[in-house]
């Protein structure tokens, strides 16, 4: 651990080196160092009463906090970001530092990176992991190259509980990438992309229920434009694993150059592919079309959430009509699986979606949407046969008008989702539907004094439950002094059947105003008031919160 510091310290202070250094040739006269901090204090009183005896109040009585958060900008090319804190019930420092990073833009064709940083290569090598370790990407004309080096998962032991292993443990994952290719302004590029990763075993106890890994994959990606208005992208990848490094080895059978990848009889390879076409003939309509295939077999450690042994088929149109102010979008897309029949049953998957937004000028407009989930599986057995659909409607229309010296917004907003299980097994206990709808109501006076009302109900019903909520929430605000003075109160009315009506009461007054010297003071009062229907072994309970905050930038 000692050395693993060791080493991210030396990369720190020799890319900062450098970066000053080369910083300071091209601007003398700029400050190589400064700070802007922003100082934080805020207190929290809250007190809650209830009947019933084992009532546990959900917020300490009080709390008390002090902020200092900013940033060290050392040459305008590196921000070191701080934070301390303090309150009544502890003292320390916080975040970010466990993920620190530097990543100084050198020039427009240089950057560095050290610590924790992002690095993406393809969509099928690596790209959702962050990187404990150093990175450097060239950009000179429209050549690139990127490369980095570091860890990608920490070492975790096996945690134990008695004489059962709780969690399995992880070993300390390392990779290695690189990318090079071509990169022209007008969209056409070319990249040839690897990625390696593999599991350290010396930095960990042995672990008895996981086996260590690596990976290695290449990809080459490309997009071009094929005709006026037509654009290709795609990816192809070669994936080649090992499931457990500590097998027999299969070096005499198979080997590659400068033994970047040992196979075992542990070991498995696989492919994958995606293209995209994208037509857009004229300004007013595009349409879209995407495929996958992904290989049961293919691996990326690069990407932890990548699903395999999928076939992906999306086509995406969309349309604007009446001089834009119409417009249209929708997209199907189908996933199948069991691509190589290695499986018992196959799984197929539907999935589409629809949106028009219609903008009348300023005053008017509606929005719509539509989505459809569909899941099947084609299993002989009827007991895990799969099959449902899940729908969703919401239409949102709105109009903007004026009466007088007052402006109106009333806008609304309809949903409806529908789960339908067609399993005869679970059907009764998953069949459920879902309405709601809300409506509100703005209106602004000219001296800036605005009332918003806001009405809402939900009703979910399934075969086993029904429940209704109904909201009103009334809130008036008014601005003193522009820009610096500004308040608002806020009353609210609910209420929850089940079984029996449940009724609930809310009030919140808030406050801000702001300095040109002493910064932002803000103060929140709000009220929580709760009564059960059987408040014989239910009572009612009462909370009230109180929030008072300054902030001041330094």
């Known amino acids: 651990m ?7 310290f030396i990369i720190y202070c020799g890319i900062i080196a450098i970066s000053v250094a080369l910083h300071a040739q091209d601007s003398p006269s700029t400050s190589l160092f400064t700070v802007k901090a922003q100082s934080i204090i805020t207190s929290e009183i809250y007190t809650s ?17 002090a902020i200092i958060r900013g940033t060290a900008d050392i040459a305008s090319i590196i921000t070191i970001p701080f934070e301390l804190y303090y309150s009544n019930r502890n003292f320390g420092t916080n975040q970010p530092f466990n993920q620190f990073g530097i990543n100084p833009r050198l020039s427009d064709w240089l950057t560095l990176h050290a610590g924790y940083f992002s690095h993406t290569i393809s969509d099928f090598t690596f790209g ?23 860890i990608i998962r920490d070492a975790r032991t096996e945690q134990k509980r008695d004489t059962i292993i709780t969690f399995p443990g992880e070993y300390k994952r390392l990779m290695i990438s690189a990318k090079l290719g071509y990169d022209h302004k007008n969209g056409n590029y070319i990249f040839l992309n690897l990625m390696k990763s ?64 040992k196979p075992t009889v542990s070991s498995f390879i696989d492919a994958a592919a995606k293209i995209s076409l994208q037509y857009n003939p004229a300004s007013f309509w595009t349409i879209q079309t995407d495929a996958q295939w992904i290989g049961p077999g293919f691996v990326t450690q690069g990407f932890m959430q990548l699903p395999n042994d999928v076939l992906d088929i999306t086509i995406s149109p969309t ?14 897309g189908i996933r199948t699986n069991n691509l190589r029949n290695n499986r018992q049953s196959a799984t197929q998957r539907i999935i589409s979606t629809a949106n028009i937004a219609w903008n009348y000028e300023q005053w008017l407009g509606i929005d719509g949407s539509y989505s459809n989930y569909g899941i099947s599986s084609r299993h002989d057995n009827d007991t895990l046969r799969l099959q449902n659909v899940v729908q969703n409607i919401v239409i949102s229309p709105r109009i903007m008008f004026y009466t007088g010296d007052s402006y109106h917004l009333l806008n609304l907003i309809f949903s409806v989702q529908d789960v339908n299980d ?11 539907a879902a309405v709601s709808a809300a409506l509100t109501h703005t209106l ?9 009302t806001s009405l809402m109900n939900t009703d979910v019903k399934n075969n086993q439950l029904h429940i209704t909520v109904t909201n009103l929430t009334e809130t008036i605000g008014y601005t003193f002094i522009e820009n610096v003075f500004d308040a608002s109160v ?46 014989s072994y239910n009572p009612a309970f009462r909370e009230l919160l109180c929030n008072f905050q300054w902030v001041m930038n330094l």
């Not at 000692?2 to 991210?8: C, E, G, N």
């Not at 009463?49 to 906090?65: C, N």
């Not at 067609?422 to 459920?432: D, E, F, G």
């Not at 602004?444 to 918003?452: A, C, E, G, I």
């Open 319 to 332: 349309l604007q009509l009446f001089q834009k102010t119409l417009s249209l979008r929708g997209s199907i």
């Open 49 to 65: 009463s209830s009947q019933d005896t084992l009532w546990t109040p959900r917020l300490p009585p009080f709390v008390g906090r």
């Open 422 to 432: 067609n399993n005869l097994i679970t059907q009764r206990l998953t069949n459920s």
């Open 444 to 452: 602004t006076l000219s001296n800036s004094l605005n009332f918003t």
């Open 128 to 150: 959702d992991l962050r990187v404990l370790g150093g990175g450097i990407e060239l950009h000179p004309g429209k050549l690139h190259f990127s490369a980095a080096y570091g």
């Open 490 to 535: 806020m009353t609210g009315i609910g209420s929850i059947k089940t079984v029996d009506n449940e009724l609930q009461l809310l009030a919140r007054i808030t406050g801000n105003y702001l300095t040109k010297t002493v910064g932002t003071f803000s103060l929140m009062l709000s009220l929580n008031s709760y009564d059960y229907t059987s408040a």
């Open 198 to 261: 593999w599991d350290d075993t010396m930095t960990a106890n042995p672990l008895t229920q996981v086996s260590p890994m690596d990976n290695l994959v290449a990809s080459l990606n490309t997009g071009f434009s094929i005709t006026k208005g037509l654009v290709f992208k795609g990816e192809g990848a070669i994936s080649a694993t090992n499931a457990n490094t500590a097998a027999p080895s299969l070096d005499n059978q198979f080997r590659l150059p400068f033994n970047i990848f």
């Open 2 to 8: 000692k050395q693993r510091f060791a080493d991210i």
